[in-house]
């Protein structure tokens, strides 16, 4: 049974950052395309990022620049670096996990955590 434990979330003023970080058990960590996705109240789950077992990034254009998805394979962890954060980036964020290459639609996810909430006053 894969799971992946968020951690990281917070309070943060605007302007500045935070870190999550995503541990994934019960799987071949290799094998799986890694994201992270988010959610603000009344609205639909959005893609922020995604990397492959290769490092291979891809981001959402409302975050690019500013946040930066790495993973490190060895402790089967990956993580969300958030610079310059927003208000309208407030949510609860999810990690997700898939099968291969990436994930970057919330249909294609095989495995979410439990969510992790960020806010970030103005």
């Known amino acids: 049974q894969v799971q992946l434990v968020e951690s990281g979330g917070g309070l943060v003023q605007a302007g500045g950052s935070l870190r999550l970080s995503c541990a994934a058990s019960g799987c071949t960590f290799n094998s799986y395309g890694m994201g992270w996705f988010r959610q603000a109240p009344g609205k639909d789950r959005e893609f922020v990022a995604t990397?492959?077992?290769?490092?291979?990034?891809y981001y959402s254009d409302s975050v690019k620049g500013r946040f930066t998805i790495s993973r490190d394979n060895a402790k089967n962890t990956v993580y969300l670096q958030m610079n310059s954060l927003k208000p309208e980036d407030t949510a609860v964020y999810y990690c997700?996990?898939?099968?291969?290459?990436?994930?970057?639609?919330?249909?294609?996810?095989?495995?979410w955590g439990q969510g992790t909430q960020v806010t970030v006053s103005s």
């Open positions: 997700a996990a898939r099968r291969g290459y990436w994930v970057t639609q919330p249909r294609d996810v095989a495995y």
């Open positions: 990397i492959n077992w290769n490092h291979n990034t």
